[in-house]
C-alpha cells in the first residue's frame, strides 16, 4: 500500500541528537534527498522519556526548517528495555488472521509488562511443519510511550506514519548497505548517548536483541567528575577540543576507562546470546554505530575487548549522494544517522 509520490522523513528522536533523514526512491535504489541533526539540552529527555515536551517540539521544527524538509509524514522510532521488549516465541501453527486475533493472549506470558498497556505486533518467522509449530517476532511497546513520541511530533506538524523500533531501523539499514553472508552472525551495535540497541543476526535474521540504558554519557559524567566541569566542556573534550585547565593527556584515559563499562556490558550480552543460543553461536563481526563510534580510539578498544572486529556502519554505503551536500561533513556523522536512515526505508504498508 505504498502511497507512491508521498514523501516520508525518518526522524530519530535521540536523548542527545535529533536527525532526520529524507530518501528519494530510484529505479532500484535510494538517493539522500534532505539530511539535518540537531542537538538538544540533556535535560529535555532522561531513560527515554520526553520531560520537556515543548522544547522537543521546538527543536524537531526548527531541524526541519534548517534541513528544508518540506514532507509531512515522519516514520519515528523508541527503544529501551524499559518500554520496548522484542521477543522470539514458539506457538502452535496458524493463519495469519488467527494469530491476529489471539496474540494478546498468547504473548501475554512473555510480557513483563500489563498487557493492556502496550501495543503489540508480530511477525511469523519460521514454520517448524515437522513439529506443528511456528517461530513468531512478538514485538511490545509501552502506549504511554508511543504517545509521548507522537505528541511530539504531532505538534512539530508532521504526521507520525509509523513508529518502529531503533533495533529495527538499524536492520534495514545494514541490510540495504552491506552483503548478507549466510553463514555469519553480524553483531549491530549501536551506541547513543543514554542506549545501546543491539540486534544479532545469523545470516540477515535477527535472533537476539536488547537495549540497555548506559551509553555516551557514561563518559560525559566521568569527565566531569575527574575534572569538575560543566556537562558543556565534558561534551568538547569528547570531541577533542580543548578545554582550560584540563591537562589532555589525561582526557584518553578517563574517556578509555569510562569506556570499559560500555563494553562489559556489551560482553556480558554477547555472552548471554552465545549460551542461549541452540547451536552455540559465534558472532563473526560488530557493524556499529552512534555517537559513541566517534569517540576516539573507541573502536580499537571494543574490538581488542571483545575479540572480534569492528566496522563503523556507513548508512549511505548504496545510497547515491548528491553534489550538493557536503560529503566531509557527511562523512564525520555517519554513524549517527543510522538509525533515522534506517526510518526513512520504511513504508506505510510495510510489515
Ligand atoms: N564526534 C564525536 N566525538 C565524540 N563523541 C561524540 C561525537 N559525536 C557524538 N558523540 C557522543 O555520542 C553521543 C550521542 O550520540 P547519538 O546521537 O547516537 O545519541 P542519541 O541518539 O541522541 O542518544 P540515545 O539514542 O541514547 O537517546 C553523545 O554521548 C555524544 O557526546
Ligand atoms: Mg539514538
Known amino acids: 500500500m505504498l502511497i507512491s509520490g508521498r514523501r516520508i522523513i525518518g526522524l530519530d528522536i535521540g536523548s542527545k541528537n535529533i536527525k532526520a533523514v529524507q530518501l528519494k526512491d530510484l529505479k532500484g535504489g535510494y538517493q539522500l534527498d534532505r539530511l539535518g541533526m540537531v542537538s538538544v539540552l540533556p535535560e529535555l529527555i532522561v531513560d527515554g522519556s520526553i520531560l520537556d515536551a515543548p522544547r522537543v517540539t521546538e527543536a524537531i521544527k526548527g531541524l526541519i526548517s534548517d534541513a528544508g524538509i518540506k514532507a509531512k509524514d515522519a516514520v519515528i522510532s523508541v527503544s529501551g528495555h ?119 543476526l545469523k545470516g540477515g535474521i ?56 560500555i563494553i562489559g556490558e556489551i560482553s556480558r550480552s554477547f555472552d548471554f546470546f552465545r549460551t542461549t543460543s541452540k547451536q552455540g553461536d559465534e558472532i563473526h563481526e560488530i557493524i556499529l554505530s552512534g555517537g559513541c563510534a566517534l569517540v576516539k580510539d573507541f573502536v580499537p578498544l571494543l574490538s581488542e575487548r571483545i575479540g572480534i572486529g569492528v566496522k563503523i556502519m556507513d548508512p549511505f554505503k548504496n545510497i547515491r549522494i548528491p553534489d550538493s551536500f557536503d560529503k566531509g561533513h557527511l562523512k564525520r556523522i555517519e554513524p549517527i544517522m543510522a538509525v533515522a536512515a534506517g526510518l526513512a526505508l520504511r513504508r506505510v504498508g510495510d510489515r
Open 82 to 200: 524499559s518500554s520496548v521488549i522484542i521477543k522470539r516465541i514458539s506457538l502452535p501453527q496458524m493463519a495469519e488472521e488467527e494469530l491476529e486475533e489471539s496474540i494478546k493472549f498468547e504473548a501475554e506470558q512473555y510480557i513483563p509488562f500489563d498487557i493492556e498497556d502496550v501495543s503489540l505486533d508480530f511477525q511469523i518467522l519460521e514454520q517448524r511443519q515437522d513439529e506443528n509449530q511456528m517461530d513468531v517476532m512478538v514485538v511490545a511497546v509501552k502506549r504511554d510511550k508511543i504517545n509521548e513520541y507522537v505528541s511530539v511530533v504531532s505538534e512539530a506538524g508532521l504526521n507520525p506514519v509509523i513508529v518502529d523500533v531503533d533495533a529495527f531501523a538499524l536492520e534495514n539499514v545494514y541490510e540495504i548497505n552491506y552483503e548478507i553472508n549466510p553463514n555469519e552472525n553480524i553483531a549491530i551495535v549501536n551506541i547513543g548517548a543514554s542506549t545501546i540497541n543491539m540486534n544479532i
Open 206 to 261: 535477527s535472533v537476539f536483541t536488547r537495549d540497555s540504558s548506559l551509553g555516551g554519557n557514561l563518559l560525559s559524567e566521568a569527565l566531569q567528575r575527574e575534572f569538575t566541569i560543566s556537562y558543556d566542556n565534558a561534551e568538547r573534550l569528547k570531541y577533542g577540543e580543548a578545554v582550560e585547565g584540563v591537562p589532555q593527556e589525561d582526557v584518553a584515559a578517563i574517556l578509555m576507562s569510562a569506556s570499559e563499562d
